[in-house]
């Protein structure tokens, strides 16, 4: 039986190779030489987070999920955290783009690597590109969105599982107690936010959906978290105006000769509306009024120019009701 021996060849590392050779090599020995103080970086990341109330705020988000919503450190902490724990690099690459089928979606990949540890995490993240509703396909504006909101979410998710939690969570919590405040500066601040995120396309009958209050004035500071938190998560792209404020969903209601007809005026069809079953017209309540709402809403559109009842205010349904005989009139009953 003969040993058949073959030589290996060796081939010798490429220019390239050699350079980022060299490259990572001296990030380690300059990182073993200057070292990292875990004090001074919780210092500094604790001053950057607590600059100011604004930046207090972009250090966490909040997001709905299965009718409920979860609330973390954001993008905006991982950028402080990578600027303040030294000896880090983090990059992000766009690994594949599908713009056709049923499900069109971009992956980005997002590496970081701590030179004093030697250590390196890879993470991949996948986001559904979604048209705009006033388009039948998706365009260049939606991939740059779906990118964008793809490649913070992976960056941020590739620095938390660098930077240990134990220097995130403290820093975390305080930007929290400076972005909220407490029951003295609550009056202004909540009107504050619900001003921005109205700015940003919600509407407040969905912003108060959002946190189960009735007005603004019920606004408490733990709701006050979750509506800053959402704010976040919109300038982040993380989540859309529908899917952070859908608003309530009420169901038709469901009685028998509620309305029968409607009369529309300057029309060729003749409708009447009917009296509510077991409910006398002088004590509606604010809640009746908006689950009546789309049943005449042909007739109360002319005058309150609301097309939905989630964006018919209380006040407007109260002085609605203030005036018995002319909302009689109004629907018809005599």
């Not at 039948?136 to 941020?156: K, M, P, W, Y």
């Not at 017209?281 to 120019?305: G, H, N, P, R």
Request: hydrophobic share 40%.
């Amino acid at each position: 039986m003969s040993e058949e021996l073959s030589e290996l060849e060796v081939v010798p590392p490429s220019h390239s190779d050699s350079i980022e050779r060299a490259s990572i090599d001296v990030q380690v020995a300059t990182a073993r030489k200057y070292g990292r103080s875990l004090s001074r970086v919780k210092q500094e990341m604790l001053s950057f987070a607590t600059l100011d109330e604004e930046t207090a705020q972009s250090c966490f988000f909040t997001l709905p999920r299965g009718g409920k919503t979860i609330q973390g450190p954001s993008v905006r902490l991982a950028e402080i955290a990578v600027a303040c724990y030294e000896h880090l690099r983090v990059q992000a690459r766009i690994v594949s783009t599908v713009t056709s089928g049923e499900s069109p979606h971009v992956i980005v990949q997002a590496q970081a690597y701590d030179a004093l540890k030697n250590s390196a995490i890879s993470i991949e993240k996948r986001r559904r590109i979604v048209k705009k509703k006033s388009k039948e396909t998706i365009d260049d504006d939606d991939i740059t969105l779906a990118t964008n909101s793809c490649t913070a979410i992976a960056f941020r998710d590739a620095v938390f599982k660098i930077v240990p939690k134990a220097l995130i969570t403290p820093v975390y919590e305080e930007a929290k107690r400076v972005a909220i405040g407490d029951v003295k500066s609550l009056g202004v601040r909540r009107t504050k936010v619900v001003e921005r995120l109205k700015a940003m396309g919600a509407t407040e009958p969905n912003i108060l959906h959002a946190v189960g209050a009735r007005k603004v004035e019920d606004i408490t500071l733990e709701h006050l978290e979750t509506l800053i938190g959402l704010g976040t998560s919109l300038k982040d792209g993380a989540t859309t105006i529908e899917e952070a404020f859908p608003g309530p969903k009420i169901e038709p209601a469901q009685f028998v000769g509620v309305v029968d007809k409607i009369e529309k005026p300057h029309s060729a069809k003749t409708l009447t509306i009917t009296q509510p079953p077991n409910a006398q017209l002088e004590q509606f309540s604010v809640i009746e009024c908006k689950t009546y709402f789309d049943a005449f809403a042909q007739i109360v559109k002319e005058a309150s120019a609301f097309e939905s009842f989630a964006d018919m205010p209380d006040e407007l349904c109260e002085t609605l009701l203030k005036d018995k005989k002319a909302l009689k009139l109004r629907l018809g009953v005599v």
